[in-house]
């Protein structure tokens, strides 16, 4: 187990390219992480990594040995798997990603019953908007909001979420009713965005007479959570583009108000990715399945729950 150990934490050291970053991943202390790949090193009687106090770069000994020991740590899954397939007990832990809002609503409160069912697996999810490199970061499965980029993942489609713009009763009170897209940029309306670090081009995809065309909105207030621009919309600062379903309870309430109806935005998928290689991987295929049964379900009771009985 120590010398998995030690091909782990290489790995991620590799990956993500810092011993520190490294340990708080496997949650152990650099210490512990620094002394694994000294160990790993006098195993192998080569040096994996260049090490200077301001950098961490792999040798060339490192970057072949990294392809090996890819090669290993999926084989030992694969075994695991296997065995906990034939003693229909899975365990191991789980890395899981989805966007702030949708995780913390649909995909957080469906793991506590997944838990119990399955005891022996640990689900490390992470929340965030930003986008994720499924692979770089080690995940086993991502819950993903919007368009998919071209890739060799597997895709479980979940969902077509609807889209709205939306704003509060004051601020269009004070600064008029837009009918559409262009009335929005043209009459300078404030727009909350949602940006994250290494977001290059920003821009809403608006339905203008059947046709889809890229809108670019101004305003001074952004963030990279959700969750943050909707407080900002109540607050009246200005119009922000969400899913229905994470507004549905506000506009119920007549807190939000839809504007721009005339040029709605397009809807925007949800869905599932993981790697091929965990096909193999039972407790990857278990959570997918329990947390997609349980999302479709949420979703149908929302919709059947609102005013508009859409979601």
Known sequence: MAYVDMLKTFVRVYELGSMSAAARDLRVSAAVSSSRISDLEKSLGVRLFNRTTRSLRATAHGELFYKGAIKILDTIREVEGGIAEITAQPKGTLFISAPLALGKKLVAPLIP??????????????????????????????????????????????????????????????????????????????????????ATEFYWNLYVEGEIRGFHPEGSLESDDGDVLTAWALAGCGIINKTRYDVATQLDAGTLVEVATATPPTPQPFSCLYPHKRLQDPKVKLFVDHVIRGTRAEIERVAASTSSGKI
């Open 113 to 198: 019953a997944f838990k119990l069912e399955y005891p022996d697996i640990s689900v490390r999810l992470r929340l965030s908007d930003r986008k994720v490199d499924i692979a770089q970061e080690g995940l086993d499965a991502a819950f993903v909001l919007g368009p998919l980029p071209d890739s060799d993942m597997r895709v479980r489609s979940i969902h077509a979420f609807e889209r709205v713009l939306v704003a509060s009763p004051g601020y269009v009170k004070q600064h008029g009713m837009p009918e559409n897209g262009d009335a929005i940029i043209a009459d300078g309306h404030k727009c909350l965005l949602l940006r994250y670090p290494g």
